[in-house]
């Protein structure tokens, strides 16, 4: 078992940003990637952004490339977010799974946190 714990939610402005954090513990070394997902009242689960522990290569969802950053360090996961607009506001989960591909799919999530709120407003 993997356990994932979200921090850094809150309320902010349009055009801010925030930095969301992931502490993994438990049988990490079952999970090779790491990811987000974003649930926004009314919508579907997404996928935002993926990154594998060793390499480091990550993937993004379109609607946040070149505003939203993932990176590790040791059990942590972060996700840096630039240049925050009203529609990124949702529920914020961490995720772990097999490789970056199985997270990304969205089908193959292993893991779940429990979700850190982000609400930008306008």
């Known amino acids: 078992q993997v356990q994932l714990v979200e921090s850094g939610g809150g309320l902010v402005q349009a055009g801010d940003s925030l930095r969301l954090s992931c502490v993994a513990s438990?049988?990490?070394?079952?999970?090779?990637?790491m990811g987000w997902f974003r649930q926004a009242p009314g919508k579907e689960r997404e996928f935002v952004a993926t990154i594998s522990w060793n390499s480091g290569r990550s993937r993004y969802a379109d609607s946040v490339k070149g505003r939203f950053t993932i990176s590790r360090e040791e059990n942590t996961v972060f996700l840096q977010m630039n240049s925050l607009k009203p529609e990124d506001t949702a529920v914020y989960y961490c995720a772990a799974g097999s490789s970056t591909a199985a997270i990304s799919s969205g089908t193959r999530v292993a893991y779940w946190g429990q979700g850190t709120q982000v609400t930008v407003s306008p």
């Open positions: 438990g049988r990490t070394d079952s999970s090779s990637a």
